[in-house]
């Protein structure tokens, strides 16, 4: 089998086991534990809505448990990857840290600048750094669609979710409360 993504079953029985098999799917299922803890203590007002603050998370939270668990079931039963010989990658070729300083960058921009410019302003920066990090062109064009993406975030967090994304200097404008 050479598909992409295709899985061989291979009898228990016949192979062994490995505990290497099971870091990722454990620590999927540890992440999604955590999830579902820390958003049980999200404090919700009273919240008239149906859709509140837990919603998302509690979502996320069991999916990331569902995916574990489905993973060390297909461990277990041994529906496992295909071994590749090689992959499509120039083991010899050196890391670009200009590339990694830019997206590094562009993330810290994002926390640092949330405050107080506000969501719609920073999402841009980390939406228009990261695309120009990793190559697109013209420069600006990442820039005006990560402004848009911003922008709509925004107002259906705030809008319709009714829930807070600081606004910066756009406080005050339609759809920035």
Do not use: C
Not at 36 to 41: A, D, G, P, R
Not at 59 to 85: H, K, M, N, Q, S
């Amino acid at each position: 089998m050479s598909a992409v993504g295709s899985a061989v079953e291979i009898p228990v029985a016949r192979r062994r086991l490995r505990p290497s098999e099971f870091v990722f799917p454990l620590a999927v299922i540890g992440l999604g534990v955590f999830t579902l803890v820390e958003t049980s203590q999200i404090a919700v007002g009273g919240m008239q809505n149906a859709v509140g603050p837990r919603v998302f998370p509690t979502a996320v939270g069991i999916l990331l448990v569902a995916t574990g668990l489905g993973v060390v079931l297909a461990v277990l039963t041994g529906r496992v990857g295909e071994v590749e010989d090689s992959e499509d990658v120039d083991a010899s070729a050196r890391t670009d840290w200009g590339t990694v300083a830019k997206l590094a960058g562009s993330f810290l921009a994002l926390i640092v600048l949330v405050e107080p410019l506000g969501w719609p302003i920073a999402a841009t920066v980390l939406f228009g750094g990261t695309a120009w990090a990793l190559g697109a062109r013209p420069v600006w064009r990442p820039f005006v669609v990560g402004a848009v993406i911003a922008v709509v975030v925004h107002v259906l967090f705030t809008q319709v979710l009714d829930l807070y994304l600081p606004a910066g200097p756009l406080s005050g404008v339609i759809g920035f409360g």
